[in-house]
C-alpha cells in the first residue's frame, strides 16, 4: 500500500469517527476531543493530499483544520476558565 494512501486514510478515519461521535450525541461539537479530532484529522488528510498533488484536497482540508485550530483553541479555553 502506498503510504499516502495509508496517511489519508488515517486522517479521513479521524474525520468520521468525529463526525460519528457527534451524530449519536456521544460527543458535543463543542468539546476538546471532537476539535481535536477535527483538526488533527483534516491536517493528516491534508498532508496526503499534498503528497498525491491533488491540489482542490489540499486546500478543502487546511481550511478545515483551520477552522478546527480554531474549535480547538475555544475548547481550551473554556477548559482553562473552569
Known amino acids: 500500500m502506498d503510504h499516502s494512501i495509508l496517511i489519508g486514510s488515517i ?3 479521524l474525520l468520521l ?3 460519528i461521535l457527534n451524530l449519536f ?3 458535543p461539537s463543542d468539546s476538546l476531543s471532537y476539535t481535536l479530532m477535527n483538526f488533527i484529522g483534516a ?3 491534508g498532508y496526503a493530499s499534498i503528497l498525491i498533488d491533488f ?3 489540499v486546500i478543502l482540508e487546511f481550511f478545515w483544520a483551520s477552522i ?3 474549535g480547538v ?3 481550551a479555553w ?3 476558565q473552569k
Open 55 to 57: 491540489i482542490p484536497f
Open 25 to 27: 450525541k456521544w460527543i
Open 73 to 75: 483553541v475555544k475548547a
Open 78 to 80: 473554556r477548559l482553562l
Open 68 to 70: 478546527g485550530l480554531v
Open 43 to 45: 491536517s493528516v488528510a
Open 11 to 13: 486522517g479521513v478515519s
Open 17 to 19: 469517527l468525529a463526525f
